[in-house]
Nanobody, 117 residues
Framework: QVQLVESGGGLVQAGGSLRLSCAAS????????LGWYRQAPGKQRELVATISSGSTTNYADSVKGRFTISRDNVKNTVYLQMNSLKPEDTAVYYC???????????WGQGTQVTVSS
């Protein structure tokens, strides 16, 4: 059974940093596109950052220059380094893995990030 398990969330002051991790049991991991999404209370889930199977990255304008997505194809893990955090970054952060062949899409259970002002 495929599992995506996020970790690294928590409470941090504005201006601080957190690193989220997502361990994915998809196989083969290298063929999957990976992404981080977030959902704040009362809002729709939104894209934060993605990294393709070829390691091309894409970021939401709101996090460019502050967040960095990366992947480790040996550890089957995707990371989100979040710096200069703002209160508006507060949300549940979800990891996603998808593969065009077979139209496969998997989501993690989410991890809470709270940024205090």
């Amino acid at each position: 059974q495929v599992q995506l398990v996020e970790s690294g969330g928590g409470l941090v002051q504005a201006g601080g940093s957190l690193r989220l991790s997502c361990a994915a049991s998809v196989s083969p991991f290298v063929f999957y596109n990976l992404g981080w999404y977030r959902q704040a209370p009362g809002k729709q889930r939104e894209l934060v950052a993605t990294i393709s199977s070829g390691s091309t990255t894409n970021y939401a304008d709101s996090v460019k220059g502050r967040f960095t997505i990366s992947r480790d194809n040996v550890k089957n893990t995707v990371y989100l380094q979040m710096n200069s955090l703002k209160p508006e970054d507060t949300a549940v952060y979800y990891c996603k893995a998808d593969r065009r062949i077979g139209s496969l899409v998997y989501w993690g259970q989410g991890t809470q990030v709270t940024v205090s002002s």
